[in-house]
């Protein structure tokens, strides 16, 4: 029997069109418990979007939790995969924290994770299927890129103190320029130390355009080799229909203990806040005792509720 | 067009003064009436005034591209925001008062009275101190006076309201400023005319 359009909303449109989109590259359906126990996101608190996890006690008494996150269940319940990748696409449902007082809220995500041998290859496809679905939900669309290694070796030039470089980092996130300078001026760095960093924050927009300058940069700052990887990622939108919605921007920042490599964010026309994230964790991988290397991305369908089907 | 959201009272009114000097003007904005938004199409910006511990939440939502809030409503509410500009205007400092001559007692649980809980528990957590938080929405300045609480964070301007009742600061937390914020996913979409007014207000502020 097929399923009428009509009988569907925006939300649940778009989410079996991403996982009809998955599929179609080789991606198989990854469906978990609505349950996790509760140890997982103590021991990770960091990776989640907030603190806060709705728990309860099993009839066994373990303490369990509504799922806050998928990427973490995917990384403890997979095995490594020597010298293959495994390819695994999601549509499920989250439970967190959204706002300063918005309370519990239920989410739901469609996205997909890549783990094992990756190689550039990889990397670029995640990145194309990441455009792909942000044009499966609108036209106008920006695909916003960066790559953690290197802003992480130029916040390293400035700051060594963890709390310190976190605050940073958060600046970065933040396109605040001067929140950076003042905070290197507390730390006692001379006017200026801190030029390379801003420089790099300044240099935002089509990949055309600026990875000749971000080169330069990163090559004069030691991440050449960083910056070959972000330009070797990219060529995969050369000359496609997407090329024009692709930005390269260092303020797309994740937390250096899970994440690093390339990272990413979407946004689509009218909708205030980014519809789509992800980026490589090789990084989580290592804390949670595996050696393969990983990449994935979320779209958040409910932040796509008040799309309309002429949008 | 742009969507800008200007803080009510005398703030917003030297805010859009910056605004009108660097090319973005919209006379009727001052003229006295109730209407609370104002269009120029020409320059392509419409603003609209808003109560100032609004205007991030306005432009978090993403119904003001950009807006002019004070430091201290970004550190308390951490919206999803840009930051793109110090304004270096509406100069002033979060800071921890007490009663004059006030001795700290580190053995016991200090209680803070505040309108800015967030702001005062990171800072007191940086320190390794217990405290316990009063929210107040206002006059706090009399809280350690009726002995509700042990000291107050909150801003300070010139020091008047404070030397008054007899408190004094003794600690400075952070500066306080007007800051240029922008929504994010807006930021992509009018990235032009955002820079645009960015640097025009930047260049009047670097000449104020």
């Known amino acids: 029997m097929l399923i009428e359009d009509q009988v569907m909303d925006a939300q649940e449109k778009i989410g079996f069109r991403l996982r009809s989109l998955y599929s179609g590259y080789g991606y198989s359906r990854y469906k978990m418990s ?32 509504l799922k806050p996150d998928v990427t973490l269940s995917i990384v403890k319940n997979g095995k490594d995969t020597p010298g293959k990748v495994r390819k695994l696409y999601y549509h499920e449902n989250v439970y967190r ?35 792909e679905s942000l044009k499966t939900c609108a036209e106008d669309f920006v695909l916003e890129i960066s790559h953690l290694g290197i802003l992480e070796a130029f916040v390293d030039a400035v700051a060594t103190d963890p709390r310190v470089k976190k605050q940073i980092l958060e600046c970065a996130g933040e396109k605040n320029l001067h929140g950076i ?20 924050l300044t240099l935002y927009g089509p990949p055309r355009t600026v990875m000749p300058k971000i080169r330069q940069l990163a090559s004069e700052n030691g991440v050449g080799d960083f910056a070959g990887e972000l330009g070797q990622a990219l060529t995969v939108f050369t000359g496609s229909e ?14 250096l203990k899970y994440y690093n490599g390339i990272a990413f964010k979407g946004f689509i026309s009218g909708i205030p806040g980014s519809v789509l994230s992800g980026g490589q964790y090789d990084a989580l991988m290592r804390k949670m005792g595996r050696k393969d290397r990983a990449i994935g991305f979320a779209v958040f369908l ?9 949008e | 067009m742009l969507n800008i959201a200007l803080p009510k009272g005398r703030l917003g009114e030297k805010v859009y003064g910056m605004f009108a000097e660097a090319g973005f003007e919209c006379p009727a904005l001052l003229e006295p009436g109730r209407k609370l938004i104002f269009d120029n199409e ?16 306005y432009v978090e939502r993403g119904a003001a591209d950009i807006g002019v809030a004070g430091k201290d409503i970004l550190l308390e509410y ?34 803070v009275a505040t309108k800015f809980s967030r702001i005062a528990r990171d800072y007191y957590t940086s320190m390794g101190r217990d405290i316990d938080i009063i929210h107040l929405n206002g006059s706090i300045e009399i809280a350690p006076i009726l002995g509700l609480s042990d000291v107050i964070v909150d801003i300070v301007e ?48 670097k000449q104020a």
């Open chain 1, 34 to 65: 609505k349950f996790e126990e509760y140890d997982l996101y103590s021991r990770n608190k960091d990776f989640l979007f907030s603190d806060s996890v709705i728990t309860f006690t099993d009839t066994n008494g373990r303490l369990m939790a």
């Open chain 1, 97 to 131: 924290v959204t706002g300063a007082s918005d309370g519990f809220r239920e989410q739901t995500q469609v996205g997909l994770e890549c783990t094992g041998a990756l190689d550039g290859s990889i990397i670029s496809e995640v990145l194309k299927l990441a455009a």
């Open chain 1, 181 to 200: 300078s003042r905070i290197c001026r507390e730390i006692g760095l001379a006017e200026g130390a801190e030029a390379p960093l801003r420089q790099l």
């Open chain 1, 242 to 255: 997407n090329e024009n919605k692709i930005r390269i921007d260092f303020s797309a920042t994740g937390d």
């Open chain 1, 302 to 310: 409910d932040m796509l509720e008040r799309l309309t089907e002429e």
């Open chain 2, 42 to 57: 020409a320059a392509g910006v419409r603003y609209f005034w808003v109560k100032p511990s609004d205007v991030a939440i």
């Open chain 2, 78 to 111: 951490r919206p999803e925001v840009y930051e793109l500009l110090d304004l270096d205007i509406g100069k002033c400092r979060m800071a921890v008062a007490a009663p004059e001559g006030f001795r700290d007692h580190p053995e016991r649980t200090l209680r």
């Open chain 2, 158 to 205: 010139t020091g008047t309201t404070l030397k008054e009742n007899h408190l004094e600061v003794i600690e400075t937390i952070v500066p306080i400023s007007a800051r240029l914020i922008a929504n994010k996913s807006g930021f992509k979409f009018k990235t032009e005319a955002i820079e645009r007014l960015t640097a025009a207000l930047e260049r009047g502020a």
